[in-house]
């Protein structure tokens, strides 16, 4: 190999620094025990080198290969694809590579995936549990590696921890929302029966309704696309159209507005219409979408932080599902609420 190709090592960052290899290596495992002089020093040399660790070499090392596995599903989606970006971004602010596997359709496919990430040699598992589906993967993962799952619902399995969007929480503040702006009536397009946060989103509706004392019904269940918003909105329109209607995702809302000027009604002055998710665009529709915002970074750095403290050996002291709350984003989709 041409030495000026050669991958830089920990002697040419130690050389570059004037400082031994052992100082190079507390620097890059304790950093806290070195001199900051020192340790500026290194950090300069390891910059200027563009010196990477060989994690082949460290794995041999100290038995750690640094990998975390993520099993997730259905990356098309808005919140599979967030959530997953969001762990891959935590996990390497963490120092951790990520070994990705997606779930296929073929029988017995998440046993087969969950076994599959054990064997290359990753140090846990993050599952992103989105539907009843992926429930065989968290089972047989979870004897093997700590497993830590992202979804609305609990895990069965026990010992395995949860991080996960209140989606409750998230259906209260938009009947609480639309009852202020003086809506007497709502439709809840509901989404896949076997998702969970279609699941929770549902059940937090009628919840709400019923301690608003509105009037509502869920409708559906549709699969998450436009095509079933705009459907089950025109079968509304033509049994009787309710004052508002939340979609369970955004891209429900978006076939619920196209099925609404279809028939020339408006937003929001015949209907209100609010969404879920926030997708990239909302506030770009005729009109803006107001929805729920869901805080997909911040839940894949608490997720990999669980993994990670399970990872080291250390447990919680209390074994409870950790939620994070969504946010209302308000737009012009929904009138204003009422002042008094």
């Known amino acids: 190999m041409n030495p000026a190709q050669r991958r830089p090592s920990m002697g040419d960052v130690a050389a570059r620094a004037g400082v031994s290899y052992q100082t190079v290596s507390r ?43 993520v099993l997730t599903d259905n990356l098309s989606l808005f919140g599979p694809a967030e959530t997953t970006t969001a762990v891959e971004t935590a996990a390497r ?12 359709s073929e029988p017995h496919s998440a046993r087969q995936v969950g076994a599959e990430l054990l064997g290359s040699g990753v140090e846990g598992i993050l599952v992103i549990a989105a539907h009843e589906g992926m429930s065989p993967a968290v089972t047989a993962a979870a004897g093997s590696a700590p497993v830590v799952v992202v979804s609305a619902q609990p895990p069965r399995e026990a010992g395995v921890e949860m991080v996960g969007i209140d989606q409750a929480h998230g259906s209260q503040i938009v009947v609480e929302h639309l009852q202020r702006t003086g809506v007497r009536s709502i439709a809840h397009l509901a989404g896949p029966t076997d998702w ?34 705009y459907e089950l909105t ?18 429900i809302a978006i076939g619920a507005l196209h099925a609404l000027h279809e028939h020339g009604l408006r937003v929001p002055e015949d209907v209100s219409v609010v969404g879920f ?3 990239l665009g909302a506030e770009f529709l005729i009109p803006s979408l ?6 997909f970074a911040e839940v894949g750095q608490e997720a990999l932080r669980h993994l990670v403290s399970l990872v080291d050996g250390e447990h919680p002291s209390v074994q409870a599902p950790h939620t994070l709350p969504p946010r209302l984003v308000v737009r012009r989709s929904t009138r204003p609420e009422r002042t008094h």
């Open 93 to 104: 602010e963490a120092g951790y590579s990520v070994v990705l596997t997606s779930m296929t």
């Open 27 to 69: 620097v890059l495992n304790e950093p806290e025990i070195v001199r900051p002089a020192t340790r500026d020093r290194v950090l300069e040399a390891i910059s200027t080198l563009g010196y990477t660790r060989n994690r082949a070499a460290r794995a041999l090392k100290t038995a750690r290969s640094s990998l975390i596995g």
């Open 234 to 251: 025109t079968a509304l329109i033509a049994s009787g159209l309710p004052d508002a209607l939340f979609a369970a995702n955004d891209m």
């Open 290 to 295: 107001t929805t729920v915002a869901q805080p």
């Open 277 to 279: 998710d926030n997708t």
């Open 196 to 229: 969970f946060d279609a699941q929770v989103r549902r059940s937090g509706f009628t919840a709400a309704l019923e301690h608003s004392g509105l009037d509502g019904e869920v409708v559906g269940p549709g699969d998450w696309t436009p095509r079933a918003g």
